[in-house]
């Protein structure tokens, strides 16, 4: 229980600090806002680093509407 709250603290102090949340690669691909997008997603991110909803959003944007060569 103890544990819980310290999550739910921590929580919180990120909401108060305004701290950016950040995302795996395979949080991203599985979470039901980016669905349809699991395939960019698995293709684009790398395994390793952690990415916010914003950065997300971006890349993925970018890479709809960049231009085919």
Known sequence: ???KKNETASVSEAINKK???K???RQ???SEKF????DIINA????G???SIEEAEKIIKDFL???AE
């Open 35 to 38: 669905r349809e997008k699991r």
């Open 44 to 47: 684009l991110f790398d395994d």
């Open 1 to 3: 229980m103890a544990e």
């Open 65 to 67: 509407t960049r231009r």
């Open 49 to 51: 680093r952690k990415y």
């Open 23 to 25: 995302y795996t690669k």
């Open 28 to 30: 991203l691909a599985v």
């Open 19 to 21: 701290e950016t949340v």
